[in-house]
């Protein structure tokens, strides 16, 4: 996590007392998304994983449909922030040239600088129908398995986190970020560039869901998304067309289930 947070001075009031310290705290990076020598994106994000973040954009934007078509990364650190470097092929270039724009994305934007309501509300690609249905034990545990996967925030109780489950209950990968839809183009990128898919796992947040998380857990073929908050009304229509089980407020002591009911085992035993 080299270069995810630093150490810095603040002054505590706690219980009528002033006491001075140190608090760990999470950094927030501009990083600029550059195509073949022009930028695309800003984006303000955790300065981590950025190979994946770039793979991940990539992929959930439709700049790219497979990893393989970046042919080249690298990073350039600036005083302003990170510039990273996606040389794509040939024929990709060619059709991002046509659809060229500039965004600045602030941490918590899923959707900058769409030109349409076409292009914001485009509808997400069909979650595959693998047979499985979820008990409320198997929920919950995937949904605990991602705390153990998030150093950072552990460290900064300032970032969020998204997680892969496969059917079996592994947790296959996990990203974080100070912005939610962030991590979760780290995890796609991750899941990506690392042969890792598993068509109808589970994708877990520590966020609510909006329409734009759905839209790019659907890129990674989930079955499931699983939620600490709640979905957006546009979240739930849209994970409804797709066929996602759309799962939210998920505790220690239950869950909500919004979309496709029926591969959730709800009256299984705990």
Not at 130 to 151: D, E, F, H, K, Y
Not at 156 to 172: C, F, I, K, S, Y
């Given at each position: 996590m080299s270069g995810a947070f630093r150490s810095l001075a603040r002054a505590a009031w706690r219980d009528g007392a002033t006491v001075q310290g140190d608090r760990v705290v999470a950094e927030e990076t501009p990083i600029a998304l550059v195509y073949n020598a022009s930028t695309y994106a800003v984006m303000m994000a955790s300065p981590t994983n950025l190979e994946d973040f770039a793979t991940g954009f990539s992929l959930t934007e439709g700049v790219i449909t497979a990893a393989l078509e970046i042919i080249g990364f690298e990073t350039a650190h600036t005083d302003q922030g990170v510039e990273a470097r996606i040389w794509l092929d040939p024929a990709r270039a060619a059709g991002l040239a046509e659809r060229r724009r500039h965004v600045a994305g602030p941490t918590g934007c899923g959707l900058c600088g769409v030109e349409s309501?076409?292009?914001?509300?485009?509808?997400?690609?069909?979650?595959?129908?693998?047979?499985?249905?979820?008990?409320?034990?198997?929920?919950?545990?995937?949904?605990?398995?991602?705390?153990?996967?998030?150093?950072?925030?552990?460290?900064?109780?300032?970032?969020?986190?998204?997680?892969?489950?496969?059917?079996?209950?592994?947790?296959?990968?996990?990203?974080?970020?100070?912005?939610?839809?962030?991590?979760?183009?780290?995890l796609v990128g991750a899941v990506a560039r690392g042969g890792l898919a598993v068509p109808g796992g589970a994708v877990v947040l520590t966020s609510r869901v909006s329409v734009e998380m759905v839209q790019k857990s659907a890129v990674l073929g989930a079955a499931f998304v699983i939620a600490v908050s709640a979905p957006t009304t546009l979240a739930i229509a849209t994970a409804e067309t797709a066929g996602i089980t759309l799962i939210g407020i998920t505790r220690a002591d239950g869950f909500e289930v919004f979309t496709r009911p029926d591969r959730v085992m709800l009256d299984a035993a705990p």
């Open positions: 309501l076409e292009a914001a509300l485009r509808p997400a690609p069909r979650a595959p129908e693998t047979g499985q249905r979820l008990t409320p034990g198997w929920i919950l545990s995937a949904m605990a398995s991602l705390s153990a996967a998030q150093p950072l925030n552990q460290a900064t109780r300032a970032t969020h986190a998204a997680g892969l489950v496969a059917p079996d209950g592994r947790l296959v990968a996990a990203r974080e970020d100070v912005g939610r839809h962030n991590a979760l183009d780290k």
